[in-house]
Structure formats: C-alpha cells, structure tokens
C-alpha cells in the first residue's frame, strides 16, 4: 500500500453483507469458535482506513444460546464520543446448511454529504469463504471475498475492480488471532495494486477487558430467513454499559488508558476550518470563491522538518449512477475503495508539487494538470503548513475530456483523501498509517463535519470515547 487508501460509506449507512462460512470450499454443518475467543476486547487501531486512531476501539465477541454468535462495535470517529459516527453488528450462524455464514448489518450516520437529513443507505448481501474452518484449539478465523459478482455499478460498498482484477482472499480477508490468553489481533486486508502491499482497511492489537456480554437481543433467522432489522434490532448503538455477562467465560476486567491528547485552539482566517485527524492533527481549512471558481486551501499537520503534507482529490470518487466512462481515463469511479482518480497536492519545505493517481495503491505519478497557484509552505514549531488555490473545475479528468458538470468539486461526486509522512529527497516515501479520506461537501460541510471543527469550544470540551 502507498499514498492513502479510502473507503466508501454513506451518512446513515444501512449496510447489510454475507460472509460464508467453509472448510476449503465445503459448507461446514457446524461452526464453533473456540470459547477463548469470547470476551469484551478493547485497543487503538494501528491503521484504520479513515486515519489513525488515538482511542479505543472496544470489539465484543459473544456466544447467544441458541449456539449463533454476535460480534458488535461502536465507531465512534476519534474519541468525539457525543457523536458516534455508528455501530456494526455481526451474526455469525453457529449450525445448520448456512453453518458459518457471517452476516454483517452497519449503520453510519453523519459522515456524508447530507449528514443528519434523515435515513439515507441501502442493505445488500454479499459472501464472504473460511479457507479453514476452525479446529477446537484454532487461534485464529479467516474469512475471505468469495465472488466479485456485487462490485461497484451494482451499490458497494465493496469489493473493489482492481488491475488486475482480484479474486477471493485477495480482494478482502478478515482474520481474527488469539495471541495469547488475553490478547486479540484483529486485520482485514483489501488487494493492492500490482507490485504493491495489500491495502489495510483495519488492524487493531486488543486487550481482554471483561467478559463476553450476554446475548439479549432475538437473533435473527438462518439463510434466507436473515435480515438486518433496521427498525429496531440494528438501528441502535451497542450499549457498552450492560451489566449481565455470558457465563461462559468471567474474567476480570483490566483497565486500558487512552492517549490521546487534546487539540489545541486555532482561530482559522478561513470561513471554514476542520481537523480531520486527531493523532497527526491534520487540519483541512478553505475557501470558496465561486464567483471566479476558485478553491483556496490551507493544509497543516505536525511534522518533522523533513517531512510532506499532502490532500488529494478524487473527483468521482463518490460517484453513483453517472454514465459509463472509459477505463482508460483513470476516473477510479470503478473502485469502491483506493486512491485512483485522484489529482494531489504535496508540500513540504523545498515547494509544492502536484501528482495523479493511477492505480489503486502505489506512489502517484508527477503531473501538472491541476493548476494550481498561490501555492506556499511554512514550518514553525514541528508543525507544516501549505497553502495554494486550485479551480473549482481542473485536474487530470477535466483535462482528458470528463464533462465539468461531472468534476466540479461543487457537485456530490467527490471525496478527499489527504496523508503526511517523510520526504526522501525530493519525492514523498512511503506515508504508512498516517492516511485517511473524508466526505467534504465545500460550501456547506456542517452537519457531517461538526464535531471536528476548529474552534476550541467544540473540540477540547469533547470527551474521549473509553469505552
């Protein structure tokens, strides 16, 4: 993986996916996790696809009684807990022809463009294969893509059209590892471009903190009797406070301490100002001139002397339903997920330079098609500063003939990925972690992008989610 990765989800997402459960490709009749893997599990994401987190994540892993499982999480983006961005529950059949099937129904909520204007998403299907279905002693459970027959033009959110087109456990896994008795690796892995590392979209280090809760809810039918009930079952956040435990594994909890820290005031010249990351403290601020069709833009994060700063952005990388394109205009309205299609602005102490995404993942290529200008960098206090103008209108897709209607950064097509990391030379190296993407609807960002504001009052008063 090189120079972000992304992924696509919706404000107030229903999302509904199958993930079927085999041994090499055999339907299993029964699926039985080994019971060690039961608990309340809590850690920091080392890597998520939004950027990197500064606060807990807390994964529950319970067995209900009718032998099923329920595996449920809150995202709660950044610790800003007084606004959870959404919750996932995942249903796992323990028996019958469907043994192993996982079923997963999420729900996100303030995160695009239309933010907290009412329901707004789909629920879809799709499956997902074990290569081995767990031995009584296992310490680990993979579940692999199984087709590529849901892909993009049929709603998403995934898998992906990479190059070249991926198959299987190389389009996405899942693997969940027991690293000893209280400890619980957690990676989903999507496929990379040719030649480079898989995208991770997850991979978080957990520790036990308490026992598996007990399964309250009605679990839902086997097959094709499964539904993600929106209206009630699924429509609400986990509830970390419930105080009934499965019997089937007591362990004290042990306290886990976050570290993120606050984000200092900052009074922006800009009408808007956002930060878009905690632990890098990525800050997005700008202006729209439509009059002259302009975008002026800051960018800042800390940084070490050396280091970059860059954004990019993906005119259709939010695209639905527009006509079809040719391939070899690089739109990346193909992928769900990756950095194609996306004109970047990078700077660091020497300058500012402009690339183009062609691939999935990898290092972009150098190219001047977005004009950009006013263009400037500043570095005070381990901290980089980059400031430029860029047409509403412009990049490379504008330049190989995409109509204007459909690259304008004004319509609902786009998104935005951004990353800091160090220079080697003159050229960028390898961002690692430190990369995300957002939903960025310029003239009225509000309310998806609230919580994130600048102004000190809506940020240090935040509490950090521990849950």
């Not at 039985?32 to 606060?55: C, H």
């Not at 892993?61 to 032998?67: D, F, L, V, Y």
């Not at 990346?332 to 330079?353: C, N, P, T």
Request: a negative charge; one cysteine or more.
């Amino acid at each position: 993986q090189n120079m972000f990765s992304n992924t696509r989800v919706l404000s107030k997402v229903l999302i509904s996916a199958a993930f079927l459960l085999c041994e090499r490709g055999v339907a299993a009749t029964k699926f039985e996790l080994p019971d060690a893997f039961e608990g309340k599990w809590r850690g920091i994401p080392a890597w998520n696809i939004l950027g990197p987190w500064s606060v807990n994540l807390t994964f529950d892993i319970s067995k209900a009684e009718n032998g099923d499982y329920l595996f449920e999480n809150n995202l709660g983006y950044e610790g800003l807990s007084d606004d959870t961005m959404g919750w996932q529950r995942f249903y796992v059949e323990g028996s019958g022809e469907t043994s192993g099937v996982l079923w997963y129904c999420g729900w996100l909520r303030n995160f695009l463009r239309d933010g907290g204007a009412g329901l707004a998403g789909y629920a879809r299907l799709e499956e997902f294969v074990l290569y081995d279905a767990p031995k009584p002693n296992a310490s680990s459970v993979t579940w692999c893509l199984n087709d590529q027959t849901n892909n993009r033009s049929k709603g998403g959110p995934w898998p992906l059209n990479n190059e070249p087109k991926c198959t299987g456990c190389d389009c996405f896994n899942w693997t969940i590892s027991l690293l000893g008795p209280n400890e619980l690796q957690s990676t989903l892995l999507m496929a990379g471009s040719p030649g480079h590392a898989k995208s991770k979209h997850l991979d978080v280090k957990l520790a036990r903190v308490g026992p598996a809760p007990s399964v309250k809810i009605q679990m839902p039918g086997h097959g094709a009797n499964f539904t993600c009930d929106f209206l009630d079952r699924d429509a609400h956040p986990i509830d970390y406070n419930r105080t009934t435990h499965s019997k089937r594994r007591s362990i004290c909890p042990f306290k886990y301490e976050p570290n993120a820290s606050p984000l200092p005031a900052h009074t922006s010249t800009f009408k808007n100002c956002y930060w878009l990351n905690r632990k890098v403290q990525y800050r997005l601020e700008w202006d729209v001139d439509e009059q002259n069709s302009l975008l002026h833009v800051s960018m800042s994060a800390d940084t070490s002397a050396g280091g970059y700063v860059a954004v990019g952005f993906r005119p259709l990388g939010a695209v639905k339903g527009l006509p079809e394109m040719p391939v070899d205009l690089q739109t990346g309205a193909e992928q769900e997920f990756g950095m194609k299609g996306a004109d970047i602005v990078l700077g660091y102490q020497g300058g500012v330079k402009n690339y183009f995404a062609y691939h999935f993942t990898g290092p972009p290529d150098e190219d001047w098609s977005l004009n950009i200008t006013n263009a400037s960098t500043a570095y005070e206090n381990g901290r980089l500063t980059v400031n430029f103008t860029r047409p509403l209108v412009g990049g490379k897709l504008a330049a190989s003939g995409v109509s204007a209607e459909y690259v304008n950064l004004l319509s609902d097509n786009g998104d935005v990925i951004w990353a800091t990391g160090e220079m080697g030379g003159d050229n960028p190296s390898y961002h690692f972690q430190k990369r995300g993407f957002r939903f960025v609807d310029w003239k009225k960002p509000a309310p998806e992008m609230t919580p994130f504001k600048c102004q000190a009052s809506s940020i240090n008063e935040q509490k950090l989610e521990i849950q």
